[in-house]
């Protein structure tokens, strides 16, 4: 259900902090009622980025084992990255995974996008299906060779419990391919 809110007036922006990876933007704004307040968002760069759920066959996924520096820890996850200046959604779907599964894939399908922290970030990610995994390999900008782990569909469920599977993007992008996959199969088990 869509609200009848009209967006704020925004009365002023300025950069208020800069990094090599976030600008923040501080908003004065004022809302329909008069309310006045300041917000500050981290704004995007580029174009956004992808996530692939590569499937090895009608039964394997592929995820990759990654240091997070955010967490100071090993993550398991789905292969992830920015999108190039001049480069499709699609096109940087298939360059992350040659660079980061040594694969790609003859078929992207297309399955959601996704906003990530609304409230105060304005960055997108398209998310991908892969199939048709085909050996190819490019050169990434990790530091490490990841470590990629095949993951057997039927237990997902295994998989949520994992200690290293907690980042919300990865639990989103798998439980969509399990709708996508098995609409009403898996709906009604427990």
């Known amino acids: 259900m869509a609200g009848n809110n009209q967006l704020p007036k925004i009365n002023g922006q300025k950069q208020v902090a800069k990094s090599r990876l976030f600008t923040i933007e501080q908003l004065d704004l004022t809302f329909s009622n008069g309310v006045q307040r300041h917000y500050e ?4 760069s580029g174009s956004g980025a992808v996530m692939i759920v590569p499937m090895l066959d009608d039964d394997t996924l592929l995820l990759v084992r990654e240091y997070c520096a955010g967490t100071h820890s090993y993550e398991l996850g789905f292969p992830k990255g920015l999108i190039d200046p001049g480069e499709s959604p699609e096109h940087a779907a298939n360059r992350e995974l040659k660079e980061e599964i040594s694969y790609g894939s003859e078929q992207l ?20 299906i892969a199939r048709g995994l085909y050996a190819a390999e490019l050169e990434g900008d990790e530091p ?3 470590d990629v782990v095949p993951w ?4 997902y469920k295994k998989l949520l419990q994992q200690r290293d599977f907690k980042e919300a993007r990865s639990i989103a992008a798998l439980m969509l391919l399990i709708d996508h996959i098995f609409p009403n199969k898996l709906a009604n088990q427990d």
């Open 41 to 44: 968002r981290m704004l995007a």
């Open 109 to 128: 399908i297309p399955l959601s996008q996704m906003m990530m922290a609304p409230a105060f970030f304005n960055a997108k990610m398209d998310i991908f």
């Open 144 to 146: 490490e060779p990841l």
């Open 152 to 155: 057997a569909i039927k237990d």
